[in-house]
């Protein structure tokens, strides 16, 4: 997980659902449109959100988990650089 992992997950979470364009356009992530939607696509690997289609994501229980110190992903950090 990356700190930009957990401001998407805080920015869907807050606005009930989130896509590339609307989290590089808030300006709540300062990465790039592309690095967003990579990020997207891997937390939703991990379940943490669901990909509804047309680029729009919502947050699970599990996302919400992590966000709360819930659930430990367990994740290497050497991993979430790609």
């Known amino acids: 997980m990356t700190i930009w992992d957990d401001r998407i ?4 979470r807050a606005e009930g659902s989130g896509s590339p364009t609307e989290l590089e ?14 990020r997207l696509r891997k ?9 509804l289609g047309n680029g729009v994501y919502v947050i699970t ?12 992903t ?4 050497a991993e979430t650089s790609e």
């Open 9 to 12: 997950l805080e920015y869907i």
């Open 25 to 38: 356009e808030s300006g709540y992530v300062r990465v790039s449109k592309s690095q967003i939607s990579r």
């Open 43 to 51: 937390l939703a690997d991990h379940e943490l959100l669901t990909h």
């Open 61 to 72: 229980e599990s996302g919400e988990e992590y966000l709360e110190g819930e659930l430990d």
């Open 74 to 77: 367990g994740e290497d950090s």
